[in-house]
């Protein structure tokens, strides 16, 4: 996904809830959401090694997020 805490949100209006809150890991950010009938699912939005947001590459800070 290209927009992490928009992901997250959308999950969460979609009844889904949050199993693990969104955190960084070495290669970009995480969170495990579970849909009705325990369906989980994890989503991610890796920034190393891609071009994150325009003018930003692997190696740089990435944007400024806000949780979700």
Do not use: C, E
């Amino acid at each position: 996904m290209s927009d992490f805490d928009k992901g997250v949100r959308l999950a969460r209006q979609s009844g889904a809830q949050l199993v693990v809150a969104p955190f960084d890991d070495p290669i970009g950010w995480d969170a495990i959401v579970q849909f009705t009938g325990g369906i989980d699912a994890r989503l991610y939005l890796a920034h190393r090694g891609t071009v994150i947001h325009p003018g930003i590459r692997a190696g740089q800070p990435p944007p400024h997020r806000v949780n979700a």
